[in-house]
């Protein structure tokens, strides 16, 4: 009798001295915790999602919260502490919090707490899938993110990938090494441009899961969902075929030899022009001087500065209509341009025959 009277003893003894530590550790004033804590992470309640059992999410946290308690000590605040925010009324709303930077930040602020780790636990098709986010309290924004699937409780190689993540994001580092026989195409990694081919060495990133795309105008776009190892390289293949249902790019009409032809036509034929014409006023002077000495000599000065004006109308009509034409395909370019990248707008110039002559047949299309 009397040793299970001192066992019950030792039983009530532990309860109230944890109690005793509870009451201790929880906030004086409702709002915050001891101001004597050194923590600076706190790791709270993971939560089940997607086919993922409150028991198996409970487990995984336990194992974490062991595996950074050894790593971190008293960086990371104890669960008992962390639990005694709960007692405080109104405080089990953040049972609810989840992942969301805001929620975990509230929580942060009342822990008195500068960084919160929390996360979701997945179970899809067999395999379980563990996503934390750190946030910081003060900026209400996630600092480093970090997701491992597994096909059973997390191992210890897995749980050093979220500990890297999660207390030294700075470290949360892999690297991509990509072949690519298709130059100047842009690469892309989780919808960000960060290169151009060939890449010149392994591309740094961040490690975990990430969407790798590689494309080019005219190709089909190499678009794979990749993991990049903590500290090790990815190697990826990039295959770029041509996309034969892309039309050929928009050529502006400044690159496009029918605008510099006419335009070279018409500033061409408008200087022959410009010759001619002083030639005629040439003409024109000698023909007034012998106009009264020489009726003769007049009228053949006469005829040949008539001749050579007649000359000069006809090249700058042929320099105007060259002028005109540049500019038709100028406004027929702007006019068709279009938002969509495999819009075509073209001009095509032929030469056609014709019974009396030559003549010119344009399409335009846009």
Same mark, same amino acid.
Request: aromatic residues 8%; glycine residues 8%.
């Given at each position: ?97 989840? +992942? ?54 997390? +191992? ?211």
């Amino acid at each position: 009798m009397k040793m299970r009277f001192s066992g019950f003893l030792a039983i009530a003894l532990v309860f109230f001295s944890g109690l005793t530590r509870a009451q201790e550790a929880s906030p004086a004033t409702g709002d915050k915790t001891d101001e004597r804590t050194n923590a600076k992470y706190l790791f709270w309640h993971l939560t089940p999602t997607e086919g993922a059992s409150p028991e198996i999410t409970s487990r995984i946290e336990r194992n974490l919260r062991l595996f950074f308690e050894k790593q971190q000590g008293r960086l990371l605040m104890d669960g008992l502490t962390m639990d005694s925010l709960l007692l405080v009324e109104g405080n089990e709303k953040f049972l609810r919090c989840g +992942s969301g930077p805001a929620c975990v930040s509230g929580l942060g602020e009342i822990a008195g707490i500068k960084q919160v780790i929390a996360g979701e636990v997945k179970k899809i098709q067999g395999r379980l899938i563990v996503e934390l986010v750190l946030v910081d309290t003060e900026n209400k924004s996630v600092i480093s993110r970090a997701a491992i699937e597994s096909g059973g409780p997390p +191992s210890k190689k897995h749980m050093q990938e979220l500990s890297v993540a999660m207390f030294a994001p700075d470290a949360y580092k892999g690297s991509v090494e990509l072949s690519c026989a298709v130059a100047d195409a842009e690469v892309l990694i989780d919808k960000v441009k960060v290169g151009v081919t060939p890449l010149v060495g392994p591309l740094t990133t961040l490690a975990g899961k990430h969407l790798f795309e590689v494309k080019k105008f005219g190709h089909q776009t190499f678009s794979r969902v990749i993991r990049v190892p903590l500290d090790g390289t990815k190697q990826v293949v990039a295959l770029l075929p041509e996309d034969q249902r892309v039309k050929p790019e928009n050529v502006p009409f400044y690159k496009h030899w029918a605008f510099w032809t006419f335009t070279g036509s018409g500033v061409v034929a408008t200087a022959i022009g410009i010759v001619l014409h002083l030639d005629a006023n040439v003409l024109d002077e000698n023909a007034q001087k012998t106009r009264e000495n020489n009726l003769a000599d007049y009228q053949t000065w006469q005829d040949k500065a008539d001749s050579r004006h007649l000359q000069a109308y006809i090249v700058f009509g042929v320099g105007g209509v060259a002028l005109l034409a540049a500019g038709v395909v100028a406004i027929i370019d702007v006019a068709g341009q279009s938002d969509e990248p495999n819009h075509e707008s073209r001009v095509d110039i032929s030469v056609l025959p014709y019974p009396s002559g030559a003549g010119l047949s344009a399409t335009f299309r846009f």
